[in-house]
């Protein structure tokens, strides 16, 4: 399976040159300015994130993308990640459809639990359901993207009986990832569906997934199944030099990481454990093009990769800067990686 290079936002909100705090609104148009620019210098694909908290912007990843369709002609338009627990599987499948048939085949989706819990009581849903949730709506919407009339069960909305669902893809087949932890069970499931697999590593040693990545090819194995793609979702930035892209990033990085820290009853985080993440051996690729470009093919040939994703916007980080760093990855990056790994 050929490699995709790609690059994923939640729309972090974002700070203008006078460390002011964008509105929501500015910081989406600017998602859909980065996402043409990713077009223009050969990303292969852009991921958007769905959240719903004030200091992400995305709440609806489809609806940013079609803007983005209007204005793109090559690069894939995926969603990092849709929170299906809190979502009717029916509309996400319809709406994830239509994007197709406007972009001309180019949608796909990430669909998963997500990291945040704020849309559950948005949504009018329990915590205590969190697991049966997932597990229910993401079994319809495998057998949603068979684009066949569904019968199907659960107790979490009502049932289908023989119902065709509509727009259906003219190619048949929407492009679905299951997005995970490190959750074994999360990667049996998706073995199970037969669903691609998107592994978000967010921190320590990338190394450490490969049993993961091991499970999920030795159970669709045992299942008689086809290989599948695996892919991985990882924070990163890049610059001209690795000491201009930790300097640039590290400020906007540690306000969204501490604010999230607060939350979670982490304490504040050191720019030594930063910089160790960004090192080696760690799951930042923050550096010069050439730096990040050695970092992602480790990454690939450790894990057996058919998709890496950068996740571009650290917190704060201010548009322009995001910018250059897009125009980087395309330009530099990506042909370094593709040479690397040849």
Not at 63 to 71: H, M, P
Not at 196 to 210: H, Q, S, T, W
Not at 232 to 250: C, F, I, M, N, R
Request: without cysteine; charged residues 20%.
């Amino acid at each position: 399976m050929p490699l995709e290079l790609g690059l994923d936002t939640f729309g972090d909100v974002t700070v203008d040159e006078h460390g002011q705090l964008l509105p929501q609104a500015q910081v989406l148009r600017d998602v859909v300015e980065q996402a043409i620019l990713a077009d223009q210098v050969g990303v292969d694909v852009i991921g958007l994130g769905e959240h719903h908290r004030d200091d992400f912007a995305i709440t609806s990843p489809e609806v940013v993308l079609g803007a983005i369709a209007a204005s793109t002609t090559r690069i894939r338009l995926g969603s990092a990640v849709t929170v299906l627990s809190s979502d009717d599987p029916v509309r996400v499948f319809q709406r994830f459809a239509t994007l197709d048939a406007l972009s001309n085949g180019r949608a796909e989706v990430i669909v998963g639990r997500g990291s945040f819990t704020e849309s559950f009581p948005l949504f009018g849903y329990r915590l205590e359901d969190y697991e049966r949730l997932f597990e229910e709506k993401v079994s319809l919407f495998a057998e949603l993207i068979k684009e066949q009339p569904v019968t199907w069960q659960g107790t979490t909305r009502a049932g289908l009986h023989h119902q065709q669902v509509f727009p259906t893809t003219e190619s048949g087949h929407l492009a679905t990832w299951i997005g995970v932890g490190g959750n074994p069970a999360s990667v049996a499931r998706a073995a199970r569906l037969e669903l691609p697999l998107m592994i978000a590593i967010i921190g320590g040693e990338p190394a450490r997934f490969r049993p993961l990545v091991d499970r999920y090819h030795h159970l669709l194995e045992l299942q008689g199944s086809a290989p599948l793609p695996v892919g991985v979702h990882s924070p990163g930035y890049v610059a001209a030099t690795d000491a201009q892209a930790l300097d640039e990033l590290w400020p906007h990085m540690k306000v969204m990481r501490d604010r999230i820290g607060k939350e979670r009853g982490w304490g504040p985080i050191r720019r030594e454990d930063f910089e160790r993440d960004a090192g080696p051996e760690g799951s930042w690729y923050v550096g010069s093009p050439t730096t990040v470009a050695k970092k992602i093919a480790a990454t690939v040939r450790t894990l057996g990769l058919n998709r890496f994703d950068l996740k571009y916007s650290g917190g704060t980080t201010p548009h322009p800067l995001m910018l250059r760093s897009i125009e980087l990855y395309g330009t530099a990056v990506i042909p370094m990686v593709r040479d690397m790994l040849a």
